[in-house]
C-alpha cells in the first residue's frame, strides 16, 4: 500500500533562512507525489507535483521538491522563508489502485521574524 | 469568484441532531470529494461522486449521506450527531475522473462541526 511519512510534525525557522520539510514515501510502483500547504482556517492548495517527469519539481512561492528514488524520499525546500510562510504542509502519494490520495501528517512550518 | 464554497463555515449543535453541509463548485470539474479533518489534522477521505454518480465510499457511518444533484453541487447530510463527528469537513474538486491521480485539489475553506 502507498504511504508517506513526514519526519517532523513542526519545525520552526527564522525569517530569511532556508526551508526543509522532510517526507518519506513508501509505493511499490513509481509514485505520483504532492504537496500542500494549508495557511490556518483555509482550505489545501497544491504547491508543486511530481508525476515521473524531472525529479527536481518547482512550484508555487518559490517552493521546490526533489524526487530521490534511491532514498525513497520527497523533501521540500524553500532558499529563504517568508513570514507568510508560516502554514500546515502536506505530503501526499497517490495511490492508483484505489484512486485516493493519501495524506501525510502534516509538518507545521512557523517562521520567526 | 470563490471557486469551491462551502457553508455553512461554522456549525456548533448538540449531540442527536441532523445537519447538513452543502457544497458548490463553479470549476466545472467532473469529480467532487469529502474530507474530514480530524483534530490532528489528519485528512482522510469520506466520499467522491464523478459527474453525480458515487466512486468512493470509505467505511463512514450510514449516518453519513451524501448527496450530489447536479455535477457542481456536493453536499453532506449527517443523521444523528455524535461527539466523535466533530471535525473540519473539506470538500473539494478536480477536473477529470483520473483527478486523484494528477493530484490536483481543490479545496474549500472547510466547514467546522463541533457537536456539544
Known amino acids: 500500500a502507498q504511504s508517506v511519512t513526514q519526519l517532523d510534525s513542526h519545525v520552526s525557522v527564522s525569517e530569511g533562512t532556508p526551508v526543509l520539510l522532510r517526507c518519506n514515501y513508501s509505493?511499490?510502483?513509481?509514485?505520483?507525489l504532492f504537496w500542500y500547504v494549508q495557511h490556518p482556517n483555509k482550505g489545501l492548495q497544491l504547491l508543486l507535483k511530481?508525476?515521473?517527469?524531472?525529479?527536481l519539481v518547482k512550484g508555487i512561492n518559490g517552493f521546490e521538491a526533489e524526487f530521490k528514488k534511491s532514498e525513497t524520499s520527497f523533501h521540500l525546500t524553500k532558499p529563504s522563508a517568508h513570514m507568510s510562510d508560516a502554514a500546515e504542509y502536506f505530503c501526499?502519494?497517490?495511490?492508483?489502485?484505489?484512486?485516493?490520495?493519501?495524506f501525510g501528517t502534516g509538518t507545521r512550518l512557523q517562521v520567526f521574524p | 469568484d470563490t471557486a469551491v464554497s462551502q457553508t455553512p463555515k461554522y456549525l456548533v449543535t448538540q449531540m442527536g441532531n441532523d445537519k447538513s453541509i452543502k457544497c458548490e463548485q463553479n470549476?466545472?470539474?467532473?469529480?467532487m470529494y469529502w474530507y474530514k479533518q480530524d483534530s490532528k489534522k489528519f485528512l482522510k477521505i469520506m466520499f467522491s461522486?464523478?459527474?453525480?454518480?458515487?466512486?468512493i465510499n470509505e467505511t463512514v457511518p450510514n449516518r453519513f449521506s451524501p448527496k450530489s444533484p447536479d455535477k457542481a453541487h456536493l453536499n453532506l447530510h449527517i443523521n444523528s450527531l455524535e461527539l466523535g463527528d466533530s471535525a473540519v469537513y473539506f470538500c473539494?474538486?478536480?477536473?477529470?475522473?483520473?483527478?486523484?491521480?494528477?493530484?490536483?485539489?481543490?479545496f474549500g475553506e472547510g466547514s467546522r462541526l463541533t457537536v456539544l
Open positions: 473539494a474538486s478536480s477536473p477529470g475522473a483520473g483527478g486523484p491521480v494528477t493530484g490536483e485539489l481543490f
Open positions: 470549476l466545472g470539474h467532473d469529480t
Open positions: 461522486y464523478n459527474n453525480k454518480e458515487l466512486i
Open positions: 501526499v502519494v497517490s495511490d492508483l489502485y484505489t484512486d485516493k490520495l493519501i
Open positions: 509505493s511499490s510502483y513509481s509514485p505520483s
Open positions: 511530481y508525476t515521473s517527469a524531472a525529479t
